[in-house]
Nanobody, 120 residues
């Protein structure tokens, strides 16, 4: 099992910045991916950004160029720097961790979620 504890989030004005962090603990495999997904009211959960244990990143189209994901493998943490925030970024943001046994065998874990609201 992997436990995920999120921090950050809150209310910010359009154009502002926020930073989310997530700490993982428990049974963490050497090959894993961490990242963030988000879900707005009435919408499906969508990819924000992920980063592998090797440092490869993947971003959702709507956040490219505005958000930056990073991780500290020694501390098992992942962070999301969000700049130039827009009202449409308003959502609950979920930390995500996936342990890989192989390319087709993996275990996925989710955090509790943290609210991000972009409004004037």
């Amino acid at each position: 099992q992997v436990q995920l504890v999120e921090s950050g989030g809150g209310l910010v004005q359009p154009g502002g910045s926020l930073r989310l962090s997530c700490a993982a603990s428990g049974s963490i495999f050497s090959i894993n991916t961490m990242g963030w997904y988000r879900q707005a009211p009435g919408k499906e959960r969508e990819l924000v950004a992920t980063i592998t244990s090797g440092g490869s990143t993947n971003y959702g189209d709507s956040v490219k160029g505005r958000f930056t994901i990073s991780r500290d493998n020694a501390k098992n943490t992942v962070s999301l720097q969000m700049n130039s925030l827009k009202p449409e970024d308003t959502a609950v943001y979920y930390c995500h961790h996936r342990n890989y046994l192989s390319a087709v065998t993996y275990y996925t874990y989710w955090g509790q979620g943290t609210q991000v609201t972009v409004s004037s």
